[in-house]
């Protein structure tokens, strides 16, 4: 039988095999949402840096820079971490060179995986479909902050456990801890993250509309994934 496990920080990632997993890369605010949305706009792919530098020199080879630290978009950068920032016609076609504190960061640290694709509550069905067809037991690793765990990613782990419930088992105590806390949260996700950290971040940067948005369920029927170092359907 396939397994899932949930990976609740980045900085835990030593502990798994990744080797014959699916990994699902999610960075719920904001990155992986942002992904997310660019794709289902018609980008044509957004390439990951770990390294903000490294990402800043894809300018000069025709990329939109994009991107943040510390929640607040990167001076002389095109565009930032917002989702709303990636809507419209004008994302179609478009190359991003795309870093950010935390999601890219477990992306780099991801890359030893079979496959990775790229998960939020935006796209939530497809992932769990992925996942339910895949020959691969799963492994969510949650981007969280700076190594710490956050509660939006763990969130999300949970309610992709609880729909495979049936059919992936756990490998540990982690999925089922998220599962649990998902189900306690899941009929006002919004108010259960109220008081975590990174909306209070959010918060003192005025940024309200994008924690309301991610929370969105099944707003797209994409599947970002992982292929030769950049992010395509």
């Known amino acids: 039988m396939k397994t899932i496990d949930v990976c609740l920080s980045p900085e835990l990632i030593h502990l798994y095999d990744l080797s014959n997993r699916t990994v699902v890369v999610v960075d719920i605010l904001r990155a992986t949402s942002c992904m997310v949305t660019a794709m289902a706009h018609g980008a044509e792919s957004i390439t990951p840096f770990a390294d903000l530098r490294q990402c800043e020199s894809m300018k000069t080879r025709g990329f939109i820079t994009s991107g943040e630290r510390d929640g607040k978009k990167v001076e002389g950068f095109d565009k930032g971490n917002s989702p709303f920032e990636y809507m419209g016609e004008e994302i179609r076609g478009m190359k991003i060179a795309f870093t950010t504190t935390n999601g890219t960061q477990a992306i780099e640290k ?15 069905s497809s992932v769990v479909k992925y996942l339910l067809l895949s020959e691969y037991s799963a492994l969510i690793v949650c981007a969280g902050w700076k190594g710490r765990v956050n509660l939006e990613d763990s969130l999300f782990a949970g309610a992709v456990v609880e729909k495979l419930k049936d059919y992936l088992g756990p490998d540990c105590d982690a999925p089922l801890a998220a599962r649990h806390l998902y189900n306690l949260a899941k009929n006002d996700l919004a108010g259960f993250l109220s008081e975590s950290s990174h ?10 509309q994008d924690f309301e948005f991610c929370l969105t369920v099944d707003e797209y029927k994409v599947l970002p994934r992982i292929k030769n170092g950049k992010i395509v359907l």
Do not use: P, T, Y
């Open 110 to 124: 991801s890359k030893d995986a079979r496959e990775i694709i790229i998960g939020s509550f935006l796209n939530l």
């Open 199 to 208: 909306v209070k971040r959010l918060n003192r940067l005025n940024i309200h």
